[in-house]
């Protein structure tokens, strides 16, 4: 089920799409856990796979193996999203034990983890400060306040941002300059928002051009993801 599907060239792509449900043009992170992924246009489309903290179920033990076969097996590129969500029905002690054997199958293979997080910042730096080995931890729709910002950089995660940049009242828009360009990544989740959309904005708002966002972001996703 879960596969690599090429389509067009990595290398030539103009967008990247770190986390998305919807993938469209460039490269696009495609991720399962809402259900079947719909395509759109023409782009190279990779899979993460993960346990949502919002989805866990008694199934749980058979996903974590889905996910450990599929990441030994090179056929995802990320793992996620996983995370931490307060308003999860599974309480805070478990889903933390989920997420560091997702953290583990991710630091095991080599590859990255994207990570949900809601009203759970310092419980999911607790994980990460259990873990001995982090390949790249990336915030998902980070839209939180400067101080967690702040904190989640000094702890080497990779800020991705999405939907809320659309809004100038958001608190992403108002902190997506102060990202370090190294550390930034851009999606659209399942926003309906096209990825070409969130880059011409956080170009504008970065005060770059949308070719030198591209450049930007296509390093790191090559850094991070050995693309």
């Known amino acids: 089920m879960v596969k690599i599907i090429p389509i067009g060239n990595v290398m030539t792509a103009e967008w990247i799409n770190v986390h998305t449900h919807q993938p469209g043009q460039g490269i696009s992170v495609a991720d399962p856990c ?5 395509f759109s ?4 489309v990779y899979y993460s796979l993960g346990v949502h903290p919002l989805y866990i179920d008694g199934d749980v033990e ?5 996910i450990r076969e599929a990441a030994a097996g090179k056929k995802i ?10 308003n999860s029905p599974v309480g805070m002690e478990e889903q933390m034990v989920l997420f560091q054997r997702q953290a583990d199958i991710a630091a095991t293979n080599g590859l990255p983890l994207i ?7 310092p419980e999911i730096i607790t994980v990460y400060n259990r873990c001995r080995i982090h390949r790249g931890w990336i915030m998902h729709g980070f839209n939180n306040r400067k101080e967690i910002l702040e904190d989640l950089l000094r ?9 809320a940049v659309m809004d100038e009242t958001s608190n992403i828009y108002r902190l997506l300059p102060e990202i370090p360009a190294e550390r930034l990544f851009l ?17 504008a708002r970065r005060g770059v051009s949308v ?7 296509r390093s790191n996703f090559e850094r991070v993801f050995h693309k």
């Open 34 to 38: 809402l259900g079947e992924i719909k």
């Open 41 to 44: 246009g023409e782009g190279c």
């Open 62 to 66: 058979c996903k974590l193996t889905a």
């Open 77 to 86: 590129v990320a793992v996620g999203e996983a995370g931490l969500d307060r």
């Open 115 to 121: 990570i949900h997080g809601v009203r759970a910042i």
């Open 155 to 163: 702890h080497d995660f990779c800020i991705s941002a999405g939907r």
């Open 187 to 203: 999606e659209t989740d399942n926003s309906g928002f096209a990825i070409e959309e969130i880059y011409q904005v956080a170009a």
């Open 211 to 217: 070719e030198e966002l591209r450049r930007i972001v």
